[in-house]
């Protein structure tokens, strides 16, 4: 098991092809004078289910949001789709064109859901897809119905996100990051602002995603969730990855006291 | 104190036909200054600081004169600077279009930065065209903080339409004082004066409450 703070060989062979879905290449990211991520390496296979740990301030989040550069990685960075490099030397010189023709490859789900209240379900699923004129109206109707339906909503498609229980936005959000066909599915939290109870319903949708082959990166505190569905697990501290494994080796065994420390401290909080 | 309202039956029309001039003024500088508000209001909230600035100090100077001052600028000196002669009430349309612009620009500004940072990250990562999701999401949910100021603005703006008067428009309240330095039956001509700013801003409060229930604070537009 690898226990250095940088270079992450990915710990299950890749599912579909050599080459990573998702190659991130001494990623960093400052705010200010506060450097949150060290430049990070990580190579995540088609398929593979990538679980990203850590306690508050650790760099996961950052980490998550400069795949898809909802913050703009420093320069030097480099983040690569399917082996496609997003933008050139300098990330913050990409043009929002190509940015956006990228982040449609990039499904992302949000802890607070960050649904369009002003639209119903199904309207919230065929956006992105009208936009970008996937198809005609009632062709992407009917794909987004479908995908409604896949996450159990398909007696809510009509419904605004405000009549709907925090669970329930957050599998019409999952449904709404699908609806592009992306190659490869974020998470940021998801879970965390739900009621405990209607935590299992999106992780059953996260559960089936994962058995369909979707490539995923999940940043969470669903220790369960990460050991049961995740193939590859990640602990991060101090912007850097510390120990990159198998769930068994990560949240069994692990090698660093940093991560013995947190696994402790999450354990005691569940 | 003799209290007569029959003199209404014969200054009435006279000052009715400034009535109208008021109102052609209050429509035609808001169908004007209100898409140009949008677009200062985008421009105050756009992340190149080539739109930003401009619209920034532009804002802060035109807010800062009086409208008075900038419809004596309409007025007198705009057909100095461009060589042609403009009609007094073309003059005050255009003075209060400039006003209202950044007034109303400013509404529009406030009611965008309203909308929760989450749903812009959400149009990015998903990414969507900024002009549809302005137009489908950004807007919709900026609406609900955009109609009350900009309704109670409007309200300003039509009792501030009696200065146009000073540069010679024969609208409601200066025909109103033809009238009573005509007559001298002053109680009268302003009580009535005021009853008609009162229903224009009874319609005005009726159009917001129409707006606000097609936008309701969750941003849900009715079919």
Same mark, same amino acid.
């Given at each position: 098991m690898k226990d250095t703070c940088m270079t992450a060989n990915p710990a299950? /062979? =890749? @599912? =579909?092809? !050599? @080459? /990573? #879905?998702l190659e991130l290449v001494n990623l960093r990211k400052s705010f200010g004078n506060k450097t &949150?991520?060290?430049g990070v390496d990580l190579k995540v296979p088609a398929g593979q289910v990538v679980s990203i740990i850590g306690a508050s301030g650790s760099g996961k989040s950052t980490l998550l949001r400069c795949v898809n550069h909802l913050e703009t990685p420093d320069a030097g960075s480099a983040v690569l789709i399917d082996g496609q490099r997003? $933008? $050139?030397? !300098?990330?913050?010189? &990409?043009?929002r064109r190509d940015l956006r023709r990228r982040r449609v490859e990039i499904g992302m789900v949000f802890q607070h859901f960050?649904?369009?209240?002003?639209?119903?379900a199904l309207e919230n699923v065929m956006e992105a897809p009208l936009a970008h004129r996937r198809g005609t109206r009632a062709e992407i109707r009917d794909m987004a119905a479908g995908l409604l339906d896949r996450v159990g909503l398909a007696d809510r #498609? !009509?419904?605004? /996100? $405000?009549?709907?229980?925090g669970g329930q936005q957050q599998r019409v959000a999952i449904a709404r990051a699908l609806a592009m066909t992306p190659k490869l599915m974020l998470f940021d939290e &998801?879970?965390? =602002?739900?009621d405990p109870e209607l935590v299992d319903d999106v992780l059953q949708v996260m559960r089936q995603l994962a058995e369909e082959g979707m490539t995923m990166l999940v940043v969470t505190h669903e220790m369960a969730f990460a050991e049961d569905v995740g193939d590859r697990v990640i602990f991060m501290a101090d912007g850097a990855i510390h120990e990159d494994g198998t769930p068994a080796e990560v949240? @069994?065994? /692990?090698?660093q006291a940093r991560t013995r420390s947190f696994l402790g401290r999450a354990m005691r909080a569940r | 104190m003799d209290f007569d309202l029959s003199i209404w039956a014969v200054r009435g029309p006279y000052i009715l036909q400034g009535l109208w001039l008021t109102l052609a003024l209050v429509a035609g500088v808001l169908a004007i200054s209100t898409p140009l508000a949008l677009a200062v209001g985008l421009a105050l909230e756009a992340r190149s600081r080539w739109l930003r600035a401009p619209a920034t100090v532009l804002s802060w100077m035109v807010r800062g004169v009086p409208p008075l001052i900038i419809l004596f600028i309409a007025y007198y000196v705009l057909p100095i600077v461009l060589d042609l002669r403009l009609e007094s009430l073309t003059a005050a349309i255009a003075g209060f279009v400039v006003y209202n612009t950044f007034i109303l620009g400013e509404v529009v500004s406030a009611g965008l930065r309203a909308v929760p940072k989450g749903q812009h990250e959400a149009i990015a990562a998903a990414g969507l065209p900024m002009t549809r999701s302005l137009r489908r999401i950004v807007l919709p949910q900026a609406m609900p903080s955009i109609i009350p100021p900009y309704v109670s603005y409007s309200m300003d703006m039509v009792k501030g339409t009696a200065l146009a008067g000073a540069i010679g428009v024969t609208e409601l309240v200066t025909r109103a004082n033809q009238a009573i330095v005509a007559t001298n039956r002053p109680f009268e001509i302003l009580l009535g004066v005021a009853i008609i700013y009162g229903v224009i801003d009874a319609m005005l409060i009726a159009v917001q409450m129409w707006s606000e229930r097609r936008w309701d604070h969750q941003g849900h537009v009715s079919p």
């Amino acid at each position: 098991m690898k226990d250095t703070c940088m270079t992450a060989n990915p710990a299950t /062979p =890749a @599912r =579909a092809h !050599d @080459r /990573p #879905m998702l190659e991130l290449v001494n990623l960093r990211k400052s705010f200010g004078n506060k450097t &949150v991520l060290h430049g990070v390496d990580l190579k995540v296979p088609a398929g593979q289910v990538v679980s990203i740990i850590g306690a508050s301030g650790s760099g996961k989040s950052t980490l998550l949001r400069c795949v898809n550069h909802l913050e703009t990685p420093d320069a030097g960075s480099a983040v690569l789709i399917d082996g496609q490099r997003i $933008g $050139g030397p !300098d990330p913050a010189r &990409v043009s929002r064109r190509d940015l956006r023709r990228r982040r449609v490859e990039i499904g992302m789900v949000f802890q607070h859901f960050n649904l369009f209240p002003n639209m119903t379900a199904l309207e919230n699923v065929m956006e992105a897809p009208l936009a970008h004129r996937r198809g005609t109206r009632a062709e992407i109707r009917d794909m987004a119905a479908g995908l409604l339906d896949r996450v159990g909503l398909a007696d809510r #498609m !009509d419904h605004h /996100p $405000g009549k709907l229980s925090g669970g329930q936005q957050q599998r019409v959000a999952i449904a709404r990051a699908l609806a592009m066909t992306p190659k490869l599915m974020l998470f940021d939290e &998801v879970t965390s =602002a739900l009621d405990p109870e209607l935590v299992d319903d999106v992780l059953q949708v996260m559960r089936q995603l994962a058995e369909e082959g979707m490539t995923m990166l999940v940043v969470t505190h669903e220790m369960a969730f990460a050991e049961d569905v995740g193939d590859r697990v990640i602990f991060m501290a101090d912007g850097a990855i510390h120990e990159d494994g198998t769930p068994a080796e990560v949240l @069994r065994n /692990p090698q660093q006291a940093r991560t013995r420390s947190f696994l402790g401290r999450a354990m005691r909080a569940r | 104190m003799d209290f007569d309202l029959s003199i209404w039956a014969v200054r009435g029309p006279y000052i009715l036909q400034g009535l109208w001039l008021t109102l052609a003024l209050v429509a035609g500088v808001l169908a004007i200054s209100t898409p140009l508000a949008l677009a200062v209001g985008l421009a105050l909230e756009a992340r190149s600081r080539w739109l930003r600035a401009p619209a920034t100090v532009l804002s802060w100077m035109v807010r800062g004169v009086p409208p008075l001052i900038i419809l004596f600028i309409a007025y007198y000196v705009l057909p100095i600077v461009l060589d042609l002669r403009l009609e007094s009430l073309t003059a005050a349309i255009a003075g209060f279009v400039v006003y209202n612009t950044f007034i109303l620009g400013e509404v529009v500004s406030a009611g965008l930065r309203a909308v929760p940072k989450g749903q812009h990250e959400a149009i990015a990562a998903a990414g969507l065209p900024m002009t549809r999701s302005l137009r489908r999401i950004v807007l919709p949910q900026a609406m609900p903080s955009i109609i009350p100021p900009y309704v109670s603005y409007s309200m300003d703006m039509v009792k501030g339409t009696a200065l146009a008067g000073a540069i010679g428009v024969t609208e409601l309240v200066t025909r109103a004082n033809q009238a009573i330095v005509a007559t001298n039956r002053p109680f009268e001509i302003l009580l009535g004066v005021a009853i008609i700013y009162g229903v224009i801003d009874a319609m005005l409060i009726a159009v917001q409450m129409w707006s606000e229930r097609r936008w309701d604070h969750q941003g849900h537009v009715s079919p």
